[in-house]
């Protein structure tokens, strides 16, 4: 047999064996691992007390009004535009970028009641997707005493509930304490 048709012959005997392993059974494999493991597929999708899904826990979304807690500043689309997924792509001393922190800044500490100084760079920046669902333990504190206010609850259990919702790092040194503002709001609800 000539040495070209030989390896010509391996070369399409390893493609179909490659093709069933990494086309099929590989999928295949992964498919049935993700079914398997409750909470990694299907959109990490929340729901209410009654069982609606009200939205995800992977993708931010506003809340209007002072009775909620509200998330960082989203750059993505007109706010939380999952298919327009960006940051504001603005240098630090970029003179638009600086306008509206000031502006948001002396926004939270009107609403709030606290000094500027105090409140946390995530309630004032949007996070480098625009989707983020997280935002600081310090800035949901920070919002408790308004919201306790204006849902007329005592602002020890508000900030009881905040401690409660509270993630800490992955694997405890991977990345930073964060508290997601969806599922804290349900939290806030059921208070009532």
Same mark, same amino acid.
């Given at each position: 047999?000539?040495?070209?048709?030989?390896?010509?012959?391996?070369?399409?005997?390893?493609?179909?064996?490659?093709?069933?392993?990494? #086309?099929? &059974?590989? =999928?295949? /494999?992964?498919? @049935?691992?993700?079914?398997?493991?409750? #909470?990694?597929?299907?959109?990490?999708?929340v729901?209410?007390? %009654?069982?609606?899904v $009200?939205?995800s826990?992977?993708?931010?979304?506003?809340?209007?009004?002072?009775?909620?807690?509200?998330?960082?500043?989203?750059?993505?689309?007109?706010?939380y535009?999952?298919?327009?997924?960006?940051?504001?792509?603005?240098?630090?001393?970029?003179?638009?970028? $600086?306008?509206?922190? +000031? /502006?948001?800044? /002396?926004?939270?500490?009107? +609403?709030?009641?606290?000094?500027?100084? %105090?409140? =946390?760079?995530?309630? $004032?920046?949007?996070?480098?997707?625009?989707?983020?669902?997280?935002? %600081?333990?310090d800035?949901?504190?920070?919002?408790?005493? %308004?919201? /306790?206010?204006?849902?007329h609850?005592?602002?020890?259990?508000?900030? &009881?509930? @905040?401690?409660?919702?509270?993630?800490?790092?992955?694997?405890?040194?991977?990345?930073?304490?964060?508290?997601?503002?969806?599922?804290?709001?349900?939290?806030?609800?059921?208070?009532?």
């Amino acid at each position: 047999m000539d040495i070209t048709l030989r390896q010509s012959w391996v070369a399409l005997r390893l493609l179909i064996v490659m093709t069933v392993v990494l #086309g099929i &059974a590989y =999928p295949v /494999a992964i498919y @049935v691992v993700g079914r398997a493991i409750p #909470g990694t597929t299907n959109g990490s999708f929340v729901t209410n007390a %009654s069982g609606q899904v $009200v939205g995800s826990a992977l993708i931010g979304q506003n809340f209007d009004g002072p009775t909620w807690f509200h998330p960082r500043p989203s750059a993505a689309g007109k706010g939380y535009d999952p298919l327009s997924s960006g940051g504001t792509n603005l240098a630090d001393d970029n003179p638009d970028l $600086v306008k509206s922190i +000031a /502006a948001a800044n /002396a926004t939270i500490a009107a +609403a709030d009641g606290v000094a500027p100084a %105090s409140i =946390p760079a995530d309630a $004032v920046t949007s996070s480098g997707s625009g989707l983020d669902p997280d935002i %600081s333990p310090d800035y949901a504190r920070l919002q408790a005493t %308004s919201i /306790a206010k204006a849902r007329h609850l005592d602002v020890a259990k508000l900030l &009881a509930l @905040v401690d409660a919702h509270v993630t800490g790092r992955i694997l405890g040194f991977i990345g930073e304490p964060r508290v997601n503002v969806l599922e804290l709001n349900l939290a806030l609800e059921q208070m009532r």
